[in-house]
């Protein structure tokens, strides 16, 4: 038992940062899905998932940011 939770988070597949977010709002609308990570400028379809645990107060406990 236990009160720990994972949320799974989007991120860059060549960096690996956690800021990947959609190009722009009709993104897997019209066309398909495109995601920009603001720190290697990578631009695409595919995205990595990975899981951090998310505490009490909902804080996300992330991996160490460059
Ligand atoms: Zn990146």
Do not use: F, H, N
Request: hydrophobic fraction near 25%.
């Amino acid at each position: 038992m236990g009160g720990r939770k994972a949320q799974r988070v989007r991120v860059c597949p060549i960096c690996g940062s956690t800021r990947l977010r959609k190009e722009s709002p009709l993104s897997g609308w019209l066309t398909p899905e495109i995601w920009v990570c603001p720190d290697c400028g990578y631009r695409g379809p595919i995205y990595g998932e990975i899981e951090v645990e998310v505490g009490e107060d909902g804080a996300k406990r992330e991996e160490r940011e460059g």
